[in-house]
C-alpha cells in the first residue's frame, strides 16, 4: 500500500540552457528506485482545426502554446498514483498526433520544461523548483549545433528563429521565473556539484518514505 505522495521535480531554463542533461542526471542517479521524466513539450495544445499555413506561424515558446490545464489534470493523476494517457506531439503537422504513451504513476516525477515555473498551480504541485541558467551565447551555439545536426535545419533559418522568437520570448517569460527556484544551477548538467546537491535532498526525501 501506497503511504505517500510522489515527489516532483521541476526543472526549467531556456532552449539550450542544459535542462534535459539535468533531468536525465536525476533519472541516472536513481536507476533502481520508481522515476519518471515528464516533458512539458508533450502538452503543446492541438491545433488540428487549424490551416497548416497557421500552425507554421506558431510560436512554441509563449506560455499560449502550451495545454498545461491538461498537463496539470495528469500530475494530479499522477500524484494519485493513476496512470495517463499523455498526449504525442507531431512536430512535422505542427499539432498533436493521434497517438498518446501510457505514462504509470511514480514514486519521483521530473517535471521538465521551459516554462513550468511559470504556472503557480503547477508550482505547487512541486517538491523541489530547479531553474537551470546559462548565458545567452552558450545557448545559441548548442541550439545552432543541435538543430543543424538533429533537424537539418539551416544556420541561418536557426539564428532567424532565435533573435526573432527565442530569445525575446526568454527574456519575457521564462528568465523571470527564475526568482520562483529552490535552486539555480549554472551551466547545466556540467554544474556536478550543484547535480548532487539535488540528489542529496532527493535520497533524504525518499529515505524518509515509509
Do not use: W
Not at 528506485?33 to 495544445?45: A, F, G, P, T
Not at 520562483?180 to 556536478?192: F, L, Q, R, S
Amino acid at each position: 500500500m501506497v503511504h505517500h505522495k510522489p515527489i516532483v521535480i521541476g526543472v526549467a531554463g531556456g532552449s539550450g540552457s542544459g535542462k534535459t542533461s539535468v533531468s536525465q542526471a536525476i533519472l541516472s542517479h536513481f536507476p533502481n528506485h520508481s522515476i519518471m521524466m515528464l516533458e512539458h513539450d508533450s502538452y503543446y495544445k492541438d491545433q488540428s482545426d487549424l490551416p497548416f499555413e497557421e500552425r507554421l506561424k506558431t510560436n512554441y515558446d509563449h506560455p499560449f502554446a502550451f495545454d498545461t490545464d491538461l498537463l496539470i489534470d495528469h500530475l494530479n493523476k499522477l500524484l494519485r498514483y493513476e496512470s495517463v494517457s499523455k498526449p504525442v506531439y507531431d512536430y512535422v503537422a505542427h499539432t498533436r498526433s493521434c497517438d498518446i504513451e501510457i505514462q504509470e504513476p511514480k514514486e519521483v516525477i521530473i517535471l521538465e520544461g521551459i516554462l513550468i515555473l511559470a504556472d503557480k498551480r503547477l508550482r505547487d504541485l512541486m517538491d523541489i523548483k530547479v531553474f537551470v541558467d546559462t548565458d545567452d551565447d552558450i545557448r545559441i551555439i548548442r541550439r545552432i549545433k543541435r538543430d543543424i545536426e538533429e533537424r537539418g535545419r539551416t544556420l541561418d533559418s536557426v539564428i532567424d528563429q532565435y533573435l526573432r522568437i527565442v530569445k525575446p520570448m526568454y527574456h519575457q517569460f521564462i528568465e523571470p521565473t527564475k526568482r520562483y527556484a529552490d535552486v539555480v544551477v549554472p551551466e547545466g548538467g556540467k554544474n556536478h556539484v550543484a547535480i548532487d546537491l539535488i540528489n542529496t535532498k532527493i535520497s533524504t526525501i525518499l529515505g524518509n518514505f515509509p
